[in-house]
């Protein structure tokens, strides 16, 4: 028994891997190994001879097991420091100096004039962008005649014959967000409205698809002199210049009156926009004192109630800062563009961490 106890013990420590573990571990303690030879002699033993032989020929197969998982547990140690000696990976090196994803600068834009307009006091309002007739026109002071209907190249919702619900348009504005905040909270409120809007024109400075963000203020005591005053502040914080003419020109559309489209003083020295100087003046939105059919229709008294409403082009204002000339860009998608002109994710604007950095 001592013989076999060295002979494995031995074996076993010279392993140098599973495989021959394992071959160790039959020929040693399997059914028909060594120890269950030695075992089935047990038999023609006498009792006495037994007693003694039993339990030496049991420890010794429990040695031999002990000592089979002992080295199977270092040789899986010693397989994984191989392992990761050989996959090492220095971690300090520096990642790739690729840029990922960039803001569209129409995003961008957003987040702006958000960040601008929060600091007054207006929230954000949303509404669909396949929205009803009534909404997009009617309820807006544009009755189904209205030239301004076909002015504004609307995209119609197919309907199928028989369907007898109201016709759907793509809205051609974000006015119609104007009636569906008054519906939702009624007065007084002050909102803004980004969001994407759609017509049938495609040039250099039309696309089909493109941006607005509509303003609205309601409340007991409003005039157009805090329009005034409100977009003055927009126009200095968005442009960040510190002072800015604005001149107010008396206009006409449907859903305000008196209305006014407002111009900004710049100047186009050198072929480059300089907003704040110079002769020139640049058509940036429409605005004017809420019709009281439109506070009417979106349920608020007109003889209790007044407010101001705008509507800016928001990839026009981008244009505008940003220096891109031609709008169709902003819908290409493509990634040199959008590398040139576009922001990295995590600067979100504010007023007091700057804007566009
Ligand atoms: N909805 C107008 C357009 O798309 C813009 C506009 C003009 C909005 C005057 C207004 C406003 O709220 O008061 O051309």
Known sequence: MDDLKSKYLTQIADAADEALLEDIRIAAVGKKGEVALKMRE????????????????NALKDEINSALAAKKAALADAALDARL??????????????????????????????????EMGFSVAEGPRIDTDWYNFDALNIPGHHPARAEMDTFYMHRAEGDNRPPHVL???????????MEATGAPTRIICPGGVYRADYDQTHTPMFHQVEGLAIDKDISMANLKWVLE??????????????????????????????????SWEGGTLKVGEG????????SGMVHPKVL?????????????AFGMGIDRIA???????????????????????????????????????
């Open 42 to 57: 047990l038999g023609k033993m006498t009792p006495q001879e037994r007693q003694v032989a039993g339990p030496a020929l």
């Open 85 to 118: 000696r050989s996959e090492w990976l220095d971690v300090t090196l520096p990642t790739r100096p690729q840029r990922h994803g960039t803001l569209h600068p129409i995003s961008q834009v957003s987040e702006e004039v958000t960040a601008i307009f929060a």
């Open 171 to 181: 809205r051609t504005h974000t006015s119609p967000v104007q009636i569906r905040s």
């Open 233 to 266: 502040e927009f126009v200095k914080s968005y442009f960040e210049v510190d002072g800015v003419d604005l001149r107010f020109r008396a206009s006409h559309f449907p859903f305000t009156e008196p209305s006014a489209e407002v111009d900004i003083r710049c």
């Open 279 to 286: 002769d020139d003046w640049l058509e940036i939105l429409g």
């Open 296 to 308: 009417e229709a979106g349920g608020i008294d007109p003889n209790e109630w007044q407010g101001f």
């Open 319 to 357: 244009m505008l800062k940003y220096g891109v000339p031609d709008l169709r860009a902003f819908f290409d998608s493509d990634l040199r563009w959008l590398r040139h002109y576009g922001f990295a994710a995590l600067d979100v604007p504010t007023l007091h961490g700057g804007l566009s950095r």
